[in-house]
Each structure stands twice: as C-alpha cells, then as structure tokens.
C-alpha cells in the first residue's frame, strides 16, 4: 500500500476489462484511488460492479462511470465529480488509456463491408486522439500530480500488418507518435508520456480480432516463456512506472511481452 497516504488517484480510461482492469487491481493493491471510466452492456454490469467491490475491498476510493468517454460533456461530468471528491491535497499521479473501441473490417472482399474513410476517423479517435483531450483536459483543471505519468497501450500492430487490423494498427502508430510529442512538449509541466507494447493478451479487445485464436496460437508459441501475456502482468508495469524512481523514463514504447516479438 505505497500509495496509500498520497492522495494519489488515477484515471483508468477502459477499466472494466483487460488491461484497463488489470492495471486497476494493482494500483488499488497499491494503495491508489481509482477513477474508471468504461462503456459496457447492462447486461455485462453485475460481473463488472463485482471486480469493483472487489477493488473497494482493498480500502481505497473508486470512482466508476458507465458512460462515453469520447464525449466533451462526459469528460467534463467526470473530472468535475472527480475535483470534488479528490479535495485538497489529492491529485491525479497516471491517466491510463486503455479504450478499445475501432473497426476490424477488411480492406478487400465481396461478402464484407469494406473498411471506409469514417471506419478510419473513428477508430484512430477513439484509440489515439482520446488520449490527448483527456491529458489536455486534466492539465487544464490542474489536477496533474506534480510527477504525473501518462501511460497507454499499444501493440505489435504499430509496424506489422494483419487482416482486419489496418484502422487499429493505424491507431496505434498515431497513439505513439501523439504520446512522443507530448513526452517532449508536457515534460516542463512534470509529466511523463509512455506507451507499452503487451503482449497478445486473451481479452474481449483480442477476441472481436477475425481469427484471433490462430494469432493467439502463434504468440503462444513465439513466447520464450510458453504462455501468453496477461493483464496482471502490465498492471505490473503500469505500477513500475507509477514509482518515483520512474520519473525519468519518457517518450518510450515498453515492451511487456515476455520476449514474444523477439522471434
């Protein structure tokens, strides 16, 4: 519980599942309040509110909004109520984004909507540009730690192309290269700007992948350590990269895959 006695608080964009709940059960074991922002199914909503009681049991503040977090006047609604029940003293030490939300649609086929100029738009906002509103956002409220980090996640598709994955893997590479110019042009404000490359994880975002079980199949096997990455293990990161002793790392791409791109 290192965190406990900062009044540290961190955004989860995407924290209901995946990565975005992994990262969530460390930090909270780690003594930091949580603000989860996702956009689920009502019918997904018990097993959800679940792994959030869970989170509460570790005796920190949670936060968590059902709403769309690409919207301007959520954004606003949730850092309001964020400001609030922060107070005097807390502040926001990591924003991580872990919003999944893109077209997998071919660029070729007859039997196949075909991937389109909007498919593009949408996705590389939703995966990339989303990132910067809501660093942008926070700055302008103020409520960055002084040691702030933001952190998101990207994934082999930032060089390798595969079928159906062009408008992700376009998001990806625009994910990297906003959070390379923020490194650089937000680091006099104290924060840090790092993406991490994970492994293939077995998580909704993989699945919705046509042909996800063969990638998986294939990771598995590139993998040095036999097994695939898994959302624990980049909660990890997310919690290395929330010590003091990280302050210097920025500008980056992490790679938490076990050695898997290696091969």
Same mark, same amino acid.
């Given at each position: ?35 989860? *922002? ?41 850092? +309001? ?10 502040? *926001? ?19 196949? %909507? ?14 990339? $540009? ?5 660093? !942008?956002?926070?700055?302008?409220? +103020? ?26 893997? %376009?998001?990806?590479? +625009? ?8 490194? *650089? ?5 104290? $924060?840090?700007?790092?993406?991490? !490359? ?20 294939? %990771? ?16 990890? *990161? ?26």
């Amino acid at each position: 519980m290192e965190f406990k006695n900062n009044k540290y608080w961190a955004v989860i964009l995407g924290g209901s599942s995946g990565l975005g709940l992994g990262t969530a059960q460390k930090l909270a074991a780690s003594g930091m309040n949580l603000c989860i *922002v996702h956009r689920d199914r009502k019918e997904q909503l018990p097993e959800i509110d679940e792994a959030f009681n869970r989170l509460r049991e570790s005796g920190i503040t949670l936060l968590t909004f059902n709403l769309d977090a690409l919207k301007d006047s959520n954004r606003n609604e949730i850092l +309001t109520s964020l400001e609030k029940e922060m107070g005097t003293g807390g502040s *926001v030490r990591v924003l991580v984004h872990s919003i999944a939300k893109g077209n997998l649609k071919p660029m070729q086929g007859t039997n196949e %909507a075909l991937l389109n100029n909007a498919d593009f738009h949408l996705t590389i906002d939703a995966m990339a $540009i989303s990132l910067y509103d809501w660093t !942008q956002a926070l700055i302008n409220k +103020t409520m960055f730690n002084k040691s702030a980090r933001v952190i998101s996640f990207t994934s082999e598709g930032n060089a390798k192309a595969w079928p159906y994955y062009a408008a992700v893997s %376009a998001a990806k590479a +625009t994910l990297e290269a906003i959070t390379r110019n923020m490194a *650089v042009e937000f680091a006099p404000l104290g $924060i840090t700007s790092n993406c991490i !490359q994970a492994g293939a994880v077995d998580t909704p975002a993989l699945k919705a992948i046509p042909g996800s079980d063969k990638y998986a199949s294939i %990771a598995f096997k590139k993998n040095p350590f036999k097994r695939l990455t898994t959302p624990a293990d980049i909660g990890n *990161v997310v919690y290395l990269l929330c010590k003091d002793e990280a302050a210097w790392i920025n500008g980056t791409v992490i790679k938490a895959d076990g050695g898997e791109s290696l091969k």
